[in-house]
Nanobody, 128 residues
Framework: QVQLVESGGGLVEAGGSLRLSCRASGSNPNLRSYCMGWFRREPGKEREWVAH???????DYADSVKARFTISQDSAKNTLYLQMNSLKPEDTGMYYCAAGAPFVCSGGYTTSRDFEVWGQGTQVTVSS
């Protein structure tokens, strides 16, 4: 099993950047064993898929973040990243990393119920 801990959130002005990290630990912290995803949730709303990276390195993004956000992982550090540039106020929310079975990515599944393991989240606030 894997445990996930996010960090790197904070308060930033519109147009700024942040890099989120998600450190994996546990009996199998190898990120390439999973489909790894980032989600976010605004208060009162459902979790929204942001991006995911497959065990073979294939990547997909939600249309709302394409060309602004970059997902990556460092296998040696068992860490997933989300580089967020050109941030907008509508990017505000709690950001979560999640791990799912490899077929979740390859099958194009993007709902929160498709991912089995979640971190506690890190808050991102973008001021206008």
């Amino acid at each position: 099993q894997v445990q996930l801990v996010e960090s790197g959130g904070g308060l930033v002005e519109a147009g700024g950047s942040l890099r989120l990290s998600c450190r994996a630990s546990g009996s199998n912290p190898n990120l390439r064993s999973y489909c790894m995803g980032w989600f976010r949730r605004e208060p009162g709303k459902e979790r929204e898929w942001v991006a995911h990276i497959d065990s073979d390195g294939s990547i997909d993004y939600a249309d709302s973040v394409k060309a602004r956000f970059t997902i990556s992982q460092d296998s040696a550090k068992n860490t997933l990243y989300l580089q967020m540039n050109s941030l907008k106020p509508e990017d505000t929310g709690m950001y979560y990393c999640a791990a799912g079975a490899p077929f979740v990515c390859s099958g194009g599944y993007t709902t929160s119920r498709d991912f089995e393991v979640w971190g506690q989240g890190t808050q991102v606030t973008v001021s206008s």
